[in-house]
């Protein structure tokens, strides 16, 4: 069962513009969550983190927000650049069988940044 | 570059024939993790090790599939037997152990492709 879930399979946004990306989780347990970028042929990049004490993290250009209430988080990306184009995956921490180290990854969205 | 590493980055084998994949974590890191990722899929975990201590299978780790980690650096995942669903990019992450906390960011490695024919 997929408990991390990423329900927009892409996303094309305007340089310049803002980029918001959005995750969705099921599992109460999870503490911890995390944005990788990916790029095709290579392994995911770490990107940011935020931990369920808090409802915002930035960083440069990236800002997470978690909505616990919710089991919602999102991440914004302002000023977007034509870089930042690849795919999203968003994680948490927690969730299979007591584990706290096995990440759960969403399916992913996939950012365009157009010129 | 002190980041996780991979080999080989890509291999192709039979139906059947066994592989074998290293990786090498950051060197101060003392957790190690594999994951596998298929075709429009999120990396799904596999196998967890703290130092040379296997912790935590996933029940995707089929009795095909083996990983060890002799002397807590560098660990192998080994798949007997392959078959066409074994086709995947096999990730390698490592996290530092911060007083036992589970908040630690896990770093990945460029990955190795298998195709299996």
């Known amino acids: 069962d997929q408990q991390v879930k990423q329900n927009s399979p892409s996303l094309s946004v305007q340089e310049g513009r803002i980029s918001i990306l959005n995750c969705d989780y099921t599992n109460s347990m999870f503490d911890y969550f995390l944005w990788y970028k990916k790029y095709p042929a290579e392994g995911p990049t770490f990107l940011i983190s935020i931990s369920s004490i808090k409802d915002k993290n930035e960083d440069g250009r990236f800002t997470v927000f978690l909505n616990k209430s919710a089991k919602h988080l999102s991440l914004h990306i302002v000023p977007s650049q034509p870089g930042d184009s690849a795919v999203y995956f968003c994680a948490a921490l927690g969730g299979y069988s007591n584990s706290g180290y096995a990440l759960n990854f969403g399916k992913g969205t996939s950012l365009l940044v157009t010129p | 570059d002190t980041g996780v590493s991979q080999d080989p980055r890509h291999k192709i084998t039979k139906r059947g024939q066994n592989v074998t994949f290293r990786c090498d974590p950051i060197?101060?890191?003392?957790?190690l993790y594999w994951y596998r990722q298929t075709l429009g899929q999120g990396p799904e975990f596999l196998t967890y090790?703290?130092?040379?201590?296997?912790?935590?299978k996933s029940r995707l780790l089929s009795d095909r599939f083996s990983a060890e980690r002799p002397k807590g650096s560098f660990s192998t995942l080994e798949i007997q037997r392959t078959e066409q669903g074994d086709s995947a990019m096999y990730l390698c992450?490592?996290?530092?152990?911060?007083?036992?906390?589970?908040?630690?960011?896990?770093?990945f490695g460029p990955g190795t492709r298998l195709t299996v024919l």
């Open positions: 992450a490592s996290s530092p152990l911060a007083g036992g906390l589970i908040t630690d960011t896990q770093y």
């Open positions: 090790f703290q130092n040379e201590a296997q912790l935590e």
């Open positions: 060197s101060e890191h003392n957790r």
